[in-house]
């Protein structure tokens, strides 16, 4: 049984930040690192006090994490960025909020004292003496301290206190994963309640010494030890008094830790067969299983829910099925044509999920230039008169104000040209589209053909391909690219206000021109002649998508399972290490990369001729170089075994943190469940006759830190985890058991039931007493497996520490 941990944060928007800028604003980001370690950059939103990012993401973490930070950075052009506050939330009070902590943070000052991280590899011994018993510290070495210095190094030494005496180790220039091997010993006087302190610091010739971190020993726990030895977390300097909040501005945040204990495949072999066996009957299964999943699901978690219900039926090849049972039960229940899908029901929330699981690629592919012709003319465009605002036009100084009109016309012009561009990519794409995708939408357009078949519903069918298509796909895109993937910055203002009003053009569109979407904004009115084009084109677009035979199906998804299709792919900077030169971010040269589940490849131009880099089953690891190998910290080392079985290191530089976080994760995942994965490596470079890192000067030298190959970002194109989704719905089942007995309870109770049916073997043959069944047998199988034991290093921390 492996314990799997996540975290689903939610950045939200900061409020009465101060200003940086002399202007008297401030151009405000968010970095956030899960134990120091950088793993997300929220977008810089300009001259503002108040920003919305209103971002989200998914981490995924080694259960032994011990706390997430959220710093508000100030971008500036030509200097370092500031820094203007931060809010830590530990994995302890996440724990204490099973639902996640969702507020305002007030941020805090950033002390250097409290910026600590690393660990500390020490050695404790009490000895007989002549006098008396002796207490023997041996300081070994450290890994991944704090970096101090400008050129992303330290320069540690320790200080070890005792009793009024204070011992100190050489200093280790410019490393953070220093090795001292140096041994102090003091004596220890009966009954003597003083503590053993040990500090690292960062040696400065001019300026004072800065502070790296310390660990402190209750004494008396050591004599009865005898002896210890182990890595020890560095912890801040707690004597200081807080500082006050509040004057720093606020932060509003939702994060949700979510710890899962998963267990081996085979026990959840009966749960997903029971799920699949009721989606394959349809609604002709007599319990009706996927109705009372659906009736048991509140509000609140019906996103969740229907995600995870996607994804495992998406593995088991049954997510048409699924949607297809999900249409029924809509529409059996649906008596308004005018009221399909518009609620947020399991069938909605399971098709937004489906359509950006398997349709995301096919949205860039006809999105994306669209988009990215609308943030680079910055045009300004506005219909509607309450808020255009006029401006001077003209050139050679000659200038005249724009009238309203004008402005109006332009913008009509513009908006037109965006949306016919857009329709046209659709129209072409019928082909691109994904085939199970197509094959779901035919699935809905009969379903809902048979349910209105009258000739004033002739269109609802369309409606009900559009309502998710376009409503609920397209133009939430449109309106937030950068939440889509589609840029990698927010819109500014202007830029914002066009994509506005071009997703209202397209539900225009979708809703097929109807008289009740013209009359909510009648200012859009100038664009109806393409609208009405529009719709004419959307319906051939709808009648050719949904036009796909079984036997076309089942040919384009075996044409598409013979390619390996991109897991990620882009421009990166490649340097492979040779002879004892420099290693100079010159020398670093740009191709084009492409990650398959195959291998990892490059070419001169993402059309040239690929050649293999790297297999992707002699993957070893994935991991950041420290910032002073290189001059950046943006560079990735990928650690893997050539042909011949020697160990080889490719260096990547990438452009910022959130592309060096995206290339590690979709690496670590495709190489998840390689053999002779590393479990540490050296994140500097062997330059000369040593590593840059922890100064060794064997090259073969075990590595100084460890490997993170479990901690990933979660991606809409991720692998399918199986285990991990049954465990989720059995999570969830398991809370509402209760309400589950009692349907249960209710349809036994009813006029039509009778006996209760057994199979072979004495299992019950009714649907919901068999997920009953099922639920108990998982719950004695989560507690007859023992949980992955927590590594000792952590607990000898907490025993020791005071």
Request: glycine share 6%.
């Amino acid at each position: 049984m492996a314990k799997r941990s996540s975290l689903f944060i939610r950045i939200v928007e900061g409020k009465n930040l101060p200003a940086k800028d002399i202007t008297g604003s401030s151009d405000p980001y968010c970095i956030v690192k899960v134990d120091h370690e950088p793993i997300i950059r929220t977008a810089t939103v300009w001259k503002t006090l108040c920003p919305f990012w209103g971002e989200e993401y998914q981490v995924h973490l080694l259960p032994t994490f011990h706390s997430v930070a959220f710093y508000v950075m100030d971008e500036d052009a030509l200097s370092r960025d500031d820094v203007i506050g931060k809010v830590c939330l530990t994995r302890d009070t996440l724990a204490t909020h099973p639902k996640g902590f969702s507020g305002w943070a007030h941020l805090t000052e950033v002390d250097p004292d409290e910026e600590v991280q690393g660990e500390i590899h020490l050695r404790l011994e009490v000895v007989p003496g002549t006098r008396a018993c002796r207490l023997r510290c041996s300081v070994l070495e450290a890994r991944d301290l704090a970096p101090k210095d400008r050129n992303g190094a330290s320069d540690p030494f320790v200080r070890v206190r005792y009793n009024g005496r204070m011992q100190e180790t050489s200093i280790v220039k410019k490393s953070r994963y220093p090795r001292w091997n140096e041994t102090f010993e003091f004596e220890l006087e009966e009954g003597a309640a003083e503590a053993l302190c040990v500090e690292a610091w960062d040696w400065d010739l001019v300026s004072r010494n800065d502070f790296l971190g310390k660990v402190v020993f209750n004494v008396q726990r050591l004599r009865a030890a005898q002896q210890e030895e182990g890595w020890f977390r560095l912890q801040p300097d707690q004597s200081k008094s807080q500082r006050e909040e509040g004057n720093l501005g606020s932060l509003q945040l939702e994060v949700r830790l979510r710890d899962e204990m998963v267990l081996p495949s085979d026990c959840y072999q009966p749960l997903v067969q029971l799920l699949c066996r009721e989606v394959k009957l349809g609604t002709q299964s007599p319990g009706q299983l996927i109705l009372l999943i659906e009736e048991t699901t509140s509000t609140e978690c019906r996103q969740d829910v229907a995600t995870t219900l996607l994804k495992l039926f998406l593995g088991q090849g049954l997510a048409k099925d699924f949607l297809d049972l999900l249409f029924q039960l809509e529409l059996g229940r649906t008596s308004e044509a005018n009221t399909l899908f518009r609620s947020n029901s399991l069938a909605s929330k399971s098709m937004e999920s489906f359509l950006k699981v398997a349709g995301m690629r096919y949205l860039h592919g006809v999105l994306g230039p669209i988009i990215d012709r609308v943030f680079e003319e910055k045009k300004y465009v506005e219909l509607d008169p309450s808020k255009v605002e006029v401006k001077d036009v003209g050139c050679s100084g000659l200038h005249r104000p724009q009238t309203e009109a004008e402005v109006l016309e332009q913008s009509a012009q513009t908006l037109s040209a965006h949306l016919r561009a857009l329709l046209s990519s659709l129209s072409r794409s019928v082909r691109a589209c994904p085939a199970v995708v197509r094959a779901t939408f035919r699935q809905l357009f009969r379903r809902v053909r048979e349910r209105f078949p009258s000739a004033q519903d002739e269109n609802v069918p369309f409606i009900a391909v559009t309502s998710f298509l376009c409503l609920r796909f397209i133009s939430p895109a449109i309106m937030a690219p950068k939440l889509f993937h589609l840029r990698e910055r927010h819109a500014d203002a202007r830029t914002s206000r066009t994509l506005l009003l071009l997703a209202k053009a397209v539900q225009n569109v979708g809703n097929m021109d109807t008289p009740a979407s013209r009359a909510k904004e009648a200012w859009m009115e100038p664009l109806q002649p393409t609208v009405r084009q529009g719709v004419a084109q959307l319906k051939d677009f709808i009648t050719k998508l949904v036009d796909i035979q079984e036997k076309e199906e089942l040919d384009l998804q075996w044409a598409l399972s013979l390619q390996a299709p991109p897991v990620k792919e882009g421009p990166l900077f490649i340097h492979r290490t040779k002879g004892k030169g420099p290693l100079m971010s010159s020398s670093f040269k740009k191709l084009h990369f492409s990650l398959t589940t195959e291998a990892l490849s490059f070419a001169k131009t993402p059309s040239s001729k690929k050649s293999t880099l790297i297999k992707l089953a002699h993957l070893r690891a994935a991991e950041k170089v420290e910032e002073k190998s290189f001059g950046s910290s943006h560079v990735m080392q990928v650690i893997y075994t050539d042909d011949a079985g020697r160990s080889q290191t490719a260096y990547l530089q990438c452009k910022c943190v959130n592309e060096l976080n995206q290339w590690l994760s979709a690496l670590r995942k495709v190489s998840i469940n390689n053999t002779g994965l590393l479990g540490s490596y050296h994140p500097g470079v062997f330059r000369g006759d040593k590593w840059s890192c922890c100064h060794q000067r064997d090259k073969t030298d075990l590595g100084c830190d460890k490997t993170r190959s479990r901690v990933t970002l979660q991606e809409w194109n991720d692998p399918l985890d199986h285990d991990l989704e049954a465990q989720l719905i059995y999570q969830h089942l398991l809370g509402v058991e209760a309400t589950l007995r009692e349907k249960h309870r209710q349809l036994s109770a009813g006029p039509e039931a009778g006996p209760v049916l057994t199979g072979p073997g004495g299992a019950p043959e009714d649907p919901v007493a068999q997920l009953l069944q099922v639920l108990q047998d998982l719950r004695e199988a989560h507690r007859s497996s023992p949980a992955d034991s927590p590594p000792s290093e952590p607990s000898r921390v907490l025993e020791l520490q005071t």
